[in-house]
Nanobody, 118 residues
């Protein structure tokens, strides 16, 4: 199975942009679809954007129009481009790997902190 490592988080001002990366190692990258989720203290992890097994992409309402998920199969990397960031986007962002057409529990990275503040 794949192992996932996120990077690219940091401190950004409101209205700014960040690109998160999720590097996969091991396993067969093409057998997985990936998603970005986020979590703040005391709250459940929530969907930001996720590839679906059929090829479409699901975005949360807050992410639509501002965030874009993409993947580079050659680099075995999944990205989350985040634009027009708001303070409400502050969270730890996690990359999740889901076996296509499977109900097996997802694989998670360690997370990367995104802080939006002036």
């Amino acid at each position: 199975q794949v192992q996932l490592v996120e990077s690219g988080g940091g401190l950004v001002q409101p209205g700014g942009s960040l690109r998160l990366s999720c590097q996969a190692s091991g396993g067969s990258f093409s057998l997985y679809v990936f998603g970005w989720y986020r979590q703040t203290p005391g709250k459940q992890r929530e969907l930001v954007a996720r590839e679906l097994s059929g090829g479409s992409i699901n975005y949360s309402d807050s992410a639509k129009g501002r965030f874009t998920i993409s993947r580079d199969n050659n680099k075995r990397t999944v990205y989350l481009q985040m634009n027009a960031l708001q303070s409400e986007d502050t969270a730890v962002y996690y990359c999740g790997g889901f076996e296509r057409w499977s109900t097996v529990a997802p694989i998670w990275g360690q997370g990367t902190q995104v802080t939006v503040s002036s």
